[in-house]
T-cell receptor, first 116, second 110 residues
Framework: DAGVIQSPRHEVTEMGQEVTLRCKPISGHDYLFWYRQTMMRGLELLIYFNNNVPIDDSGMPEDRFSAKMPNASFSTLKIQPSEPRDSAVYFC??????????????FGPGTRLTVL | QKEVEQNSGPLSVPEGAIASLNCTYSDRGSQSFFWYRQYSGKSPELIMSIYSNGDKEDGRFTAQLNKASQYVSLLIRDSQPSDSATYLCAVKRGAQKLVFGQGTRLTINP
């Protein structure tokens, strides 16, 4: 089975540009998570969805960040306008919220974003 | 105080020895705890979960939980060079949210 798929794997952009990161969760999973990882702050949860509905976006740093999940197999994280401090690795993860899942979150390969 | 704290290391252990990784958490009501392994340049992967006080063993890995002391540890027996990675401790908050520690970088020396 395919794991969580993210695109692009690498993104280099200039300050002020719009950046869109994409994620396809594992089929059948009903939870989707967006994380950001930096050396300074570690791995932080930005937002998560359950059945395509945003549940907790308290980790979204500011209004420049937005996330959508139009259907069960696709989600986007958008940064507009981007700033150099947004440079990080962005991970998407998915899980199934059933009783016997063991709470396992499966991470995608990540998108390394560099904002110049 | 951070919600989940780990010693960032690096922790250096000779091959074949036991590696001991520690984590403390601040929310006394936490019920679910996880250890993720992250190789350099890769994504985190779950290696152990633990929910009850005591030890849980899986192959060379043992997770230990002490809720009274708000302490979780991971022991790796017979350490191998392939165990060299960053180990992330995570605590579940609410239904599905995970809060991660900064991670401990482990190096196994041949």
């Amino acid at each position: 089975d395919a794991g969580v798929i993210q695109s692009p794997r690498h993104e280099v952009t200039e300050m002020g540009q719009e950046v869109t990161l994409r994620c396809k969760p594992i089929s059948g999973h009903d939870y989707l998570f967006w994380y950001r990882q930096t050396m300074m702050r570690g791995l932080e949860l930005l937002i998560y969805f359950n059945n395509n509905v945003p549940i907790d976006d308290s980790g979204m740093p500011e209004d420049r960040f937005s996330a959508k999940m139009p259907n069960a197999s696709f989600s986007t994280l958008k940064i507009q306008p981007s700033e150099p401090r947004d440079s990080a690795v962005y991970f998407c993860a998915s899980s199934w919220g059933g009783k016997d899942t063991g709470d396992t979150q499966y991470f995608g390969p990540g998108t390394r974003l560099t904002v110049l | 105080q951070k919600e989940v704290e780990q010693n960032s290391g690096p922790l250096s252990v000779p091959e074949g020895a036991i590696a001991s990784l520690n984590c403390t958490y601040s929310d006394r009501g936490s019920q679910s705890f996880f250890w993720y392994r992250q190789y350099s340049g890769k994504s985190p992967e779950l290696i152990m979960s633990i929910y009850s006080n005591g030890d849980k063993e899986d192959g060379r890995f043992t997770a230990q939980l002490n809720k009274a002391s708000q302490y979780v540890s991971l022991l790796i027996r017979d350490s191998q060079p392939s165990d060299s990675a960053t180990y992330l401790c995570a605590v579940k908050r609410g239904a599905q949210k995970l809060v991660f520690g900064q991670g401990t970088r482990l190096t196994i020396n041949p």
